[in-house]
């Protein structure tokens, strides 16, 4: 059996395109709009990222989103488990293979029954789609609260701060495309 090779956390490959990069925390922060201790919490992997917020960081660190999202594959089987990944909150899947030099891509995401994002709320220049599979969530759009339920969707600019939270008593599943110029 071939031994696998150490998977690099996320956190410290955003870490070391920034260093490479010679940006500091200060303009790391003022181009994503992350605040410089919510980024050390992500390189330190104390928290793990939104995919709107590793497309900015993509974006800024000049990257394919692919080399944050993308781990060791060596079988089907742990090719697809590599490319899920967990937040603190619920679990994103890539729907689009390939897509990472793309302005437009696809995830199914899971959220936990009765959770939320962490932290700060999400805005990524670009729009958003949202279409609910299972489960309860609200979309917080700006002011504006958006209840969904299966078989509902939301389009929106995310450039304006939005946040998801499950209302529900089980996980909800969703699709979620982004469009990011």
Do not use: C, W
């Amino acid at each position: 059996m071939a031994k696998k090779k150490e998977i690099t956390p996320i956190g410290k490959r955003i870490k070391r395109a920034r260093l490479d990069k010679k940006m500091s925390l200060d303009t790391m922060a003022n181009e994503t709009g992350l605040s410089k201790e919510f980024i050390k919490k992500i390189e330190g992997g104390e928290k793990r990222p939104s995919v709107g917020t590793l497309l900015q960081i993509s974006r800024t660190l000049q990257l394919d989103s692919g080399f944050l999202l993308k781990e060791q594959e060596d079988t089907t089987e742990e090719r697809s488990q590599a490319y899920t990944k967990r937040t603190d909150n619920y679990a994103y899947t890539p729907l689009t293979p390939g897509a990472e030099n793309k302005h437009l891509k696809a995830f199914r995401i899971v959220v936990d029954a009765g959770e939320s994002h962490d932290g700060v709320g999400f805005h990524h220049e670009g729009e958003e789609f949202v279409y609910v599979l299972e489960g309860r969530v609200e979309v917080q759009v700006g002011d504006h609260i958006n209840l969904l339920e299966p078989g509902d969707s939301l389009h929106f600019n995310s450039g304006i701060k939005h946040d998801l939270r499950n209302v529900g008593d089980k996980d909800a599943e969703l699709i979620v495309v982004v469009y990011a110029p």
